[in-house]
């Protein structure tokens, strides 16, 4: 195909939570172009099965497709998250919470925190989660969604969900089909390339070749296409974050269905926590030359809550991201593009947003450099700014052990070196563009660790120390009454999944 013909034809190869979710929006978006939208998998190769916990952006991905609350949180088995507890990061037997949504309210123009800065100088500071509705409500066990005018302590609630994996790609695909999708099943085997270097298109194990214009790789880590293909090239960032390996196993529940996913710090790097409706999803995530893998599982399996319900699987993975997620007239979405630990659940949002961006900027023909160029500038931005936030965790750790020494002693990237000093100085937070953690997720991370700044905003002076610690005990007082008075995470549950659509 010559780069002055239009694209009629989009080829997603995987059928993974990235091979769906692209599949469902492309659809979506494309529905009476004229465009067709079809999907290669592969039953026998499976999907990783993982990637359970998301952020709050996952709510507009639904939205933009108008999916049903409802619909969706019976069938991929959801619950709500309100933020996740890291416990252990700074130190054993220390937890901080890292909440969807901001802390206490804006004051005098600046944000909340440099007032709390203020009454921690003069000692009359309660911790930084006590101003966190969304905190209060999760160690409560309760939930609602949020609602009221910015005075409202629930306006500042945010949340996301936690769903089976393996649902989610089944929901999506019905979805996807619906809107007319097709699906051919069977195994990949050679990948065809015209004689400019694009794709045209996927041989099967059976002889069929699925032919295309523009193709979307979500073929995993493999990278089928990017990379075997196309050689696309990957850097590789295990010198920040060394983890390399996890191994992952659902369990009974045993207590409270909890509206949060709980991260805490092991020998060799840390375990995950994630509430389903019918079960909770495990994982030991661990650099593999601080631990052998047989001890890794041993040490998860002994750690389980309830009774296992499946034998546990293991991960291998190479921290990092494709240096060109779009090459040519493919672009790859999910594993594929790259992969940074689940510590803040950042995959699934990396693959909405991936597709997101490639629809604001699809090509009306097969290769546009400039849109090419212009995503890939992108996806890299984001990708570095989610490995900063990663890092951060690590970097300020005060654990001992050979692994947490590492990552405490290591170098840092350039960028995260000012962003931790100017906070340390000054109190401020600039969030960068593409950052997809707002000011107050790195408020939570860096206090949780320790690293309480030095200086403050001047405009917290306006207030007199008896006005700022009487503002602040007014706005936890609110908060505490607002979360007594919530209702039961199970309870919203059960009440959201037998609501039938209008
Ligand atoms: C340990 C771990 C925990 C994670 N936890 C989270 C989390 O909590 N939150 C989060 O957001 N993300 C998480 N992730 C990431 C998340 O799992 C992935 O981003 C998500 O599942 C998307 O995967 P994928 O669709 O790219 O790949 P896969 O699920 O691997 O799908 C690949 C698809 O390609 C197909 N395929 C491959 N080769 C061929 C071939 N030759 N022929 C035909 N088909 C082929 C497969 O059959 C499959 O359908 C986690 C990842 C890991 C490793």
């Not at 090509?363 to 931005?381: C, H, K, Y």
Request: one cysteine or more.
């Amino acid at each position: 195909m010559s780069h002055s013909s239009p694209i009629q034809r989009i080829v997603i190869v995987g059928g993974g939570t990235a091979g769906w979710m692209a599949a469902a929006a492309l659809a979506h978006a494309f529905s009476g172009s004229g465009r067709s939208v079809s999907l290669v998998e592969s039953e026998a190769i499976g999907i990783i099965g993982v990637g359970e916990a998301t952020i709050p952006e996952i709510l507009k991905f639904n939205a933009r497709l108008g999916i049903d609350e409802a619909d969706f949180l019976r069938e991929t088995k959801a619950t709500f998250k309100l933020g996740i507890e890291f416990d252990g990061w700074r130190r054993d037997g220390e937890r901080y919470f890292h909440p969807f949504g901001g802390f206490g309210l804006d004051m005098e123009g600046i944000a909340f925190h440099h007032f709390w800065l203020k009454a921690c100088a003069e000692g009359r500071a309660e911790p930084l989660e006590t101003y966190s509705m969304a905190w209060q409500a999760a160690k409560r066990n309760r939930f609602a969604h949020p609602q009221g005018g910015p005075q409202s302590p629930l306006s500042t609630l945010g949340y996301a969900y936690h769903f089976d994996a393996a649902l989610y790609a089944g929901f999506l695909r019905r979805f996807a089909e619906g809107l007319g999708v097709v699906r051919h099943e069977g195994r990949v085997v050679d990948v065809q390339q015209a004689a400019d270097g694009d794709v045209s298109g996927v041989k099967l194990e059976d002889g069929r070749v699925v032919g295309g214009d523009f193709f979307i790789d979500c073929t995993g880590f493999v990278g089928l296409l990017i990379e075997q293909a196309l050689k696309a090239g990957y850097d590789d960032w295990s010198a920040w974050l060394p983890c390399d390996s996890a191994v992952a196993v659902p369990c009974e529940r045993d207590g409270p269905l909890s509206p949060y996913t709980r991260s805490t710090a092991r020998e060799a790097g840390w375990q995950w926590r994630i509430p389903l409706q019918h079960r909770v999803g495990n994982g030991y995530v661990y650099s593999s030359n601080h631990v052998s893998h047989q001890d890794a599982e041993d040490a998860l399996m002994s750690r389980l809550e309830g009774a296992a319900l499946a034998e546990p699987r293991r991960l291998r993975f190479a921290t990092g991201r494709r240096r060109e997620c779009w090459k040519r007239n493919c672009v790859a979405v999910g594993l594929s593009s790259g992969f940074l630990e689940p510590l803040e659940s950042t995959s699934i949002h990396l693959i909405q947003s991936a597709i997101t961006k490639l629809i604001n900027l699809f090509p009306a023909r097969s290769s546009d450099d400039g849109l090419r160029r212009q995503f890939n500038a992108l996806m890299e931005e984001e990708f570095v700014t989610v490995r900063d936030f990663l890092i951060l965790h690590y970097k300020l750790n005060e654990r001992g052990g050979a692994f947490w020494d590492q990552v405490r002693a290591m170098p840092i990237p350039d960028r995260l070196i000012e962003k931790i000093a100017l906070f340390q100085e000054t109190g401020r937070i600039v969030r960068r563009d593409h950052d997809i953690f707002a000011e107050s997720s790195w408020l939570a991370v860096a206090i949780g660790q320790g690293l309480v700044p030095s200086g403050r905003h001047p405009i917290s002076d306006v207030l007199t120390p008896e006005e700022n610690f009487g503002r602040l005990a007014a706005i936890r007082d609110s908060i505490r009454r607002t979360a007594d008075a919530l209702p039961g995470h199970e309870d919203v549950m059960s009440a959201s999944v037998s609501r039938r659509r209008a």
